[in-house]
């Protein structure tokens, strides 16, 4: 260690000390002064990394206070912390001399009393409210008889053993037990996991999947009952597609997850009467329907036979009415005999009539034999006369086309004169200096170029007269 003058001018004893010297000085002095205490406040800022150890802040009106649980300790709590949780940790005071800061190393933490987790509790409460978790359109019906009901508790107390008596008194029904913790830190995880487990069940291996599902465990203080206030447990209660009775403690308490189940029952045993229906009372119900059932059929069987005989009594003598219809068809079949008869007769008369009137084949088609050669031998005599008589109408046709053909005019001097896209030139007023044309004389065709040309002058527009004054008035 080295000494030296806080000022040049002015000479002093004090001595220099090194950063490190003062935070290690400082780091004994908290530690041997506050080696063992007991601090009370709010957890805030709650940070668990994958090392396992437990970062956070305790806080109140007045001050912030770091706070560390290692990793061996958090493990030894006994409750599980969370933001907004009033505790009273017990430990030691430290220096972090990286970051000039002090903390507290905690080794065990209790909480402040009922009254902050009561708060806490309602806090908890709104927040998930306000996430529509406990919403009455999202809770499903119960079965009206489960054929397999999933129990999720602890399998050693008396709440699964009143359970199955329950369900064995009622209607005994399968049941599978999925035993948790009810209480402790890991507890909220194995109940959350226990209903998640349930609902992946599909049904196809040994094990079926469960109708309805049970989460009970017995009373206790609300320290004893916490696990069941989880937001993990409210989660996994609120996305379950199985229906899920809640039947945590007594009749007077109430945690988180009955606001999210699908029904609450005020104790296990309740919930299971609220599972299954009683088993007599069934047996007596249908035994109550099938003798109304009976009495209505043999009541009905009675009224139709007297509504039969009543009818029978209103229907005529079969015997007369079949010895009606048996004479009548002995009518029509003698009529309809003689009737055939008699057409039979009448066709056969008017056939062999018919048959004497018909002409034979052969004198028709020698008829028409005759008739096909007269008609051929005027046809033979009338053609070369209309062939030669349409030939010379050809004939002087065609001497007529050739006498107003234009290359008869041009043998006689004239000439046709086209534009280079073959089109006839009939006017002067068409051709302008420079244009080339094609003159067609009667023995070939030559090409020319317009150089001058006597075109007559357009006459000029005449002036249009002028409008009349208007100042000046008329004689008319």
């Known amino acids: 260690m080295t000494y030296s003058s806080s000022s040049?001018?002015?000479?002093?004893?004090?001595?220099?000390?090194?950063?490190?010297?003062?935070?290690?000085a400082l780091k004994t002095t908290v530690e041997e002064t506050f080696g063992h205490v007991r601090v009370r406040g709010e957890i805030s800022g709650l940070k668990r990394p994958g090392s396992?150890?437990?970062?956070?802040?305790?806080?109140?009106?007045?001050?912030?206070?770091?706070?560390?649980?290692?990793?061996?300790?958090?493990?030894?709590?006994?409750?599980?912390?969370?933001?907004g949780m009033e505790v009273i940790v017990i430990g030691r005071l430290t220096i972090y001399g990286?970051?000039?800061?002090?903390?507290?190393?905690?080794?065990?933490?209790e909480l402040a009393g009922e009254g902050a987790l009561l708060k806490l509790l309602e806090d908890r409460k709104q927040k998930l409210a306000k996430e529509g978790l406990f919403n009455e359109g999202h809770k499903k019906g119960l079965p009206f008889l489960p054929e397999v009901?999933?129990?999720?508790?602890?399998?050693?107390g008396a709440v699964i053993r009143d359970i199955l008596h329950r369900l064995e008194d009622r209607f005994p029904r399968r049941v599978l037990v999925w035993p948790v913790l009810v209480q402790g830190d890991k507890a909220a995880e194995q109940i959350s996991a226990a209903i998640?487990?349930?609902?992946?069940?599909?049904?196809?291996?040994?094990?079926?999947?469960?109708?309805?599902?049970?989460?009970?465990?017995?009373?206790?203080?609300?320290?004893?009952?916490?696990?069941?206030?989880?937001?993990?447990?409210?989660?996994?209660?609120?996305?379950?597609?199985?229906?899920?009775?809640?039947a945590v403690g007594h009749e007077t308490d109430t945690t988180l997850i009955d606001f999210a189940s699908d029904r609450r029952a005020p104790t296990p045993s309740a919930a299971a009467e609220m599972a299954v229906p009683v088993r007599n009372d069934l047996l007596a119900q249908v035994m109550g329907h099938r003798a109304r059932?009976?009495?209505?059929?043999?009541?009905?069987?009675?009224?139709?036979?007297?509504?039969?005989?009543?009818?029978?009594?209103g229907l005529p003598n079969l015997g007369q009415l079949l010895g009606?219809?048996?004479?009548?068809?002995?009518?029509?079949?003698?009529?309809?005999?003689?009737?055939?008869?008699?057409?039979?007769?009448?066709?056969?008369?008017?056939?062999?009539?018919?048959?004497?009137?018909?002409?034979?084949?052969?004198?028709?088609?020698?008829?028409?034999?005759?008739?096909?050669?007269?008609?051929?031998?005027?046809?033979?005599?009338?053609?070369?006369?209309?062939?030669?008589?349409?030939?010379?109408?050809?004939?002087?046709?065609?001497?007529?086309?050739?006498?107003?053909?234009?290359?008869?005019?041009?043998?006689r001097g004239f000439s046709l004169v086209t534009d280079s896209n073959q089109k006839p030139i009939t006017s002067a007023t068409e051709l302008s200096v420079g244009n080339e044309v094609i003159v067609r004389l009667k023995d070939g065709k030559v090409g020319m170029t317009v150089t001058g040309s006597d075109l007559p002058k357009p006459n000029p527009k005449k002036a249009s007269p002028k409008p009349p004054d208007a100042r000046q008035r008329s004689l008319l």
């Open 8 to 24: 040049p001018n002015a000479p002093t004893n004090a001595p220099i000390f090194s950063v490190g010297e003062i935070s290690s």
């Open 52 to 83: 396992g150890h437990l970062y956070f802040t305790l806080k109140d009106d007045q001050a912030v206070l770091n706070g560390i649980c290692w990793k061996g300790s958090a493990g030894r709590l006994g409750i599980k912390p969370e933001d």
């Open 98 to 109: 990286a970051r000039s800061s002090y903390q507290m190393v905690i080794e065990r933490m």
């Open 149 to 156: 009901i999933g129990v999720v508790t602890s399998s050693t």
């Open 196 to 246: 998640r487990g349930f609902n992946a069940l599909d049904g196809s291996g040994t094990v079926p999947r469960p109708d309805l599902l049970i989460v009970a465990r017995g009373g206790g203080s609300l320290e004893d009952l916490w696990a069941f206030n989880d937001e993990v447990v409210v989660r996994a209660t609120h996305c379950s597609e199985i229906p899920i009775i809640s």
């Open 293 to 313: 059932l009976m009495s209505a059929i043999d009541r009905m069987i009675t009224d139709n036979r007297k509504n039969l005989d009543a009818a029978s009594r």
């Open 324 to 411: 009606d219809a048996n004479q009548r068809l002995d009518d029509w079949t003698e009529r309809f005999d003689n009737s055939l008869k008699s057409g039979m007769n009448e066709r056969r008369q008017t056939f062999s009539h018919l048959s004497q009137l018909l002409v034979k084949p052969d004198a028709l088609i020698q008829s028409a034999a005759n008739r096909l050669s007269s008609e051929t031998r005027a046809l033979k005599q009338t053609t070369p006369i209309i062939f030669n008589e349409r030939r010379s109408n050809l004939s002087r046709l065609s001497q007529l086309l050739e006498s107003y053909s234009y290359e008869r005019v041009l043998e």
